[in-house]
């Protein structure tokens, strides 16, 4: 549990706040790169950690990130015209660079010395694996961009979603470094005693803290005398990512989704305090796997994020608190767990059913907590180095560039100790 207090220092992402400041020391998620899809294509509407931006794609295909509102009287950038490498503000034809300087000003007298003087809050950018980054913090902290393993994977090899959450950051990240969960909200598998979810259900972890953060090790033992055991990375502040090579459910085709080696986790990314991005990322564990687009959408659609899944024109999902997540009772009573169809739409519905921020000083945790309680220290802990003007675990991309998740059955009488370390080592270089 923890007090109100300090929930509020993890949850509040404004500026100013403690979370907040945070996480404007480290590079984010600001939107995919195919919502901006040419260069010169209209605008786009963006809220990060609370703040109302826009971006654009200008006529050299670079991108800006630019205040929400026009510097004369507040007018929104929104239905500005993208036109000769710089945003229009349609209220009375100012227009900003990507830098957020202005290069014309058509309404003042011309040679007016106010041109030189007017600036838009920018935000520096840097597009790679399908995302535009942005860094929201003080220039002079500002790290090297994010150098992850799956980012340095070629696009047939990498694929990257995003779906909207309802409710705060911290608590839809706490569903995903959670791996007991998996055996309940997750088990589509009731009665099939090979699926790893029924042989073990009481995960045992080991935490061993880095500089980026921690990884923690899972172990559940199978009905062989086996174990399999899954090494979890936590990047601060917000990205998690887990291996997937040992296929545990009986019947699947190799093309199947859970038969493809691969490694895949989530950037929980603050819209404001109360609704989250999530953007989501899957990479072969070696060249020797690439990824058809056929491949791609069984794999979303498995999540329940697919096409067919999300509202059209946005990254919401049909399956919501509006309609129950579509819950059917009879599947849940006969075959699955839940009841509801989609892996993520099974974490939205816990989620989001906890409210907008939870309170954590009603919980009661358990011995499968122990990550959620490391992160918790671990981001409280961040929260005061940034006060103290310290660099917080894991901003240096050199911390983070070589980490890998890992998982293996192990035989009785081995050691993952021994065995992972060579393992859980960035192959795409």
Not at 150 to 179: I, Y
């Amino acid at each position: 549990m923890l007090k109100p207090e300090d929930n509020d220092r993890v949850t509040l992402v404004g500026k100013g706040k403690p979370a907040g400041e945070l996480f404007r020391r480290y590079w984010q998620p600001a939107l995919l790169s195919e919502e901006l899809p040419d260069p010169d294509c209209p605008p786009v509407r963006v809220k990060l950690l609370g703040e109302d931006l826009i971006a654009f794609r200008d006529s050299n295909g670079d991108v800006g990130l630019l205040d929400a509102y026009c510097p004369p009287r507040r007018a929104p950038m929104f239905y500005g015209r993208n036109e000769d490498c710089g945003l229009r503000c349609v209220y009375h034809g100012w227009k900003f660079d990507r830098h957020g300087d202005c290069t014309d000003m058509p309404s003042e007298p011309s040679g007016t010395p106010l041109q030189a003087k007017v600036k838009i809050a920018a935000y520096p950018v840097f597009e790679k694996a399908g995302i535009v980054w942005t860094y929201m913090g003080p220039k002079a902290s500002m790290p090297e961009p994010p150098d992850y393993e799956w980012m340095r994977a070629p696009g047939t090899h990498r694929h990257v979603s995003k779906t909207f959450e309802d409710c705060n950051w911290l608590q839809a990240m706490e569903g995903g470094l959670d791996t007991a969960h998996s055996s309940f909200v997750h088990n589509d598998f009731i009665g099939n005693k090979n699926s790893l979810r029924n042989q073990d259900r009481a995960p045992r972890l080991e935490i061993e803290t880095t500089p980026y953060g921690y990884y923690y090790v899972s172990t559940r033992s199978l009905l062989d005398g086996t174990s399999y055991v899954r090494m979890y990375q936590f990047m601060m502040p917000n990205q998690q990512m887990r291996s997937s090579t040992v296929n545990f459910v009986a019947g699947l085709g190799k093309d199947d989704p859970h038969a493809t080696p691969k490694m895949d986790g989530h950037l929980w990314v603050p819209i404001d305090d109360e609704r989250t991005y999530v953007y989501n990322w899957t990479c072969a564990h070696s060249p020797s796997v690439q990824f058809s687009n056929d491949y791609v959408e069984r794999w979303e659609s498995f999540m329940g994020r697919g096409k067919d899944d999300l509202i059209p024109g946005t990254y919401r999902l049909k399956r919501n608190s509006s309609n129950d997540y579509m819950i059917d009772r009879e599947l849940q009573k006969h075959k699955t767990y839940s009841g509801i169809k989609g892996i993520n739409t099974q974490d939205y519905a816990l989620q989001e059913g906890m409210g907008p921020i939870v309170d954590r000083s009603k919980e009661f945790l358990g011995t499968s907590d122990r990550a959620i309680v490391t992160t918790r220290r671990m981001l409280l802990d961040g929260a005061r180095q940034v006060e103290r003007g310290e660099r917080p675990p894991g901003a240096d991309p050199s911390t983070h560039r070589n980490a890998r998740p890992y998982d293996r059955v192990l035989q009785e009488g081995e050691s993952w100790r021994e065995i992972f370390p060579a393992e859980a080592v960035a192959k795409w270089l």
